[in-house]
T-cell receptor, first 109, second 114 residues
């Protein structure tokens, strides 16, 4: 089966940087997604990586190393509104996404 | 309405009831999905439809019955559910299957089976 691991919880201070790691072991690889999900709301798309390297999008960046089965999501200049669950998902075939259990990030003042 | 909408947002049902969840996407997408999200567990893919045709049934029990009358609407019919079926049921859509296109999620239906 598919195995996608990410930490359960992380806490950081407003204005700081937090890095959420995701490791995966899947039968195939066809891209990695990061989603943000606030409590009681829909997951929303943050980033997509299919090639190795860093993708930067404003305060959020995502990194992928396919040889290591590893990705991270970097959140800079943390704001209170960034408190949410962050989901790592791997597309292991044509379209099927396998999700990690999510990392709950709490931003403290 | 924009994006992906789901109704009802909350549902409490007994094990002998029959109910349906509705999803509608206003994005002109061709693919739609049902996911189950239980507390502290990964999202589980249940069903996938592409151009109204079911392309995936991820070993879902028959007490869950999907219906996709057109590319914009997706239903999940529920009957004789079990308490362990209590979860958040999320609908999603994407332009097509695969590619770099992300899935857009609805807000979900919080289901409680008593």
């Amino acid at each position: 089966g598919q195995n996608i691991d990410q930490p359960t919880e992380m806490t950081a201070t407003e204005g700081a940087i937090v890095q959420i790691n995701c490791t995966y072991q899947t039968s195939g690889f066809n891209g990695l997604f990061w989603y943000q999900q606030h409590a009681g709301e829909a997951p929303t798309f943050l980033s997509y990586n299919v090639l190795d390297g860093l993708e930067e999008k404003g305060r959020f960046s995502s990194f992928l190393s396919r040889s290591k089965g590893y990705s991270f999501l970097l959140l800079k200049e943390l704001q209170m509104k960034d408190s949410a669950s962050y989901l790592c998902a791997v597309r292991d075939g044509d379209y099927k996404l396998s999700f990690g259990a999510g990392t709950t990030v709490t931003v403290r003042a | 309405e924009t994006g992906v909408t789901q109704t009802p947002r909350h549902l409490v049902m007994g094990m002998t009831n029959k109910k349906s969840l509705k999803c509608e996407q206003h994005l002109g997408h061709n693919a739609m999905y049902w996911y189950k999200q239980s507390a502290k567990k990964p999202l589980e893919l249940m069903f996938v439809y592409n151009f109204k045709e079911q392309t995936e049934n991820n070993s879902v029990p028959s007490r869950f019955s999907p219906e996709c009358p057109n590319s914009s609407h997706l239903f999940l019919h529920l009957h004789t559910l079990q308490p362990e079926d209590s979860a958040l049921y999320l609908c999603a859509s994407s332009q097509d299957l695969g590619g770099s296109g992300e899935q857009y999620f609805g807000p979900g239906t919080r289901l409680t089976v008593t």
